[in-house]
């Protein structure tokens, strides 16, 4: 079973950077997609980014278009979430996620079958 563990959150001023990094445990020939998803206290998961294991494909939600880049490094087994001009509203678990049937809507928590633990990042001044 592969292992998806994150890493690199943590606290951040306004207007400060992370990045936040997922690596997989094995090699992964199956993937299709991989995410990153976030959840705020009281609030239900929401996509952030996809890429698609090609990395030719990617999507970045409106709320983060910009200031946001996920990437992923084929060699290592490992995703990337860039995150610039960080924001209180950014504050929430984020969390590493990865589908391997590419009929599915990348863009919805079902569709994913491998998630990580989270990993806390938290915007304060």
């Known amino acids: 079973q592969v292992q998806l563990v994150e890493s690199g959150g943590g606290l951040v001023q306004p207007g400060g950077s992370l990045r936040l990094s997922c690596a997989a445990s094995?090699?992964?020939?199956?993937?299709?997609?991989m995410a990153w998803f976030r959840q705020a206290p009281g609030k239900v998961r929401e996509i952030v980014a996809h890429?698609?294991?090609?990395?030719?494909?990617?999507y970045e939600a409106d709320s983060v278009k910009g200031r946001f880049s996920i990437s992923r490094d084929i060699a290592s087994n490992t995703l990337y979430l860039q995150m610039n001009g960080l924001n209180p509203e950014d504050t929430a678990v984020y969390y590493c996620?990865?589908?391997?049937?590419?009929?599915?809507?990348?863009?919805?928590?079902?569709?994913?079958?491998?998630w990580g633990l989270g990993t806390q990042v938290t915007v304060s001044s």
């Open positions: 996620a990865a589908r391997t049937n590419r009929y599915t809507n990348p863009s919805v928590r079902t569709a994913y079958e491998y």
């Open positions: 094995e090699r992964t020939f199956n993937f299709v997609t």
């Open positions: 890429i698609s294991w090609s990395g030719r494909v990617s």
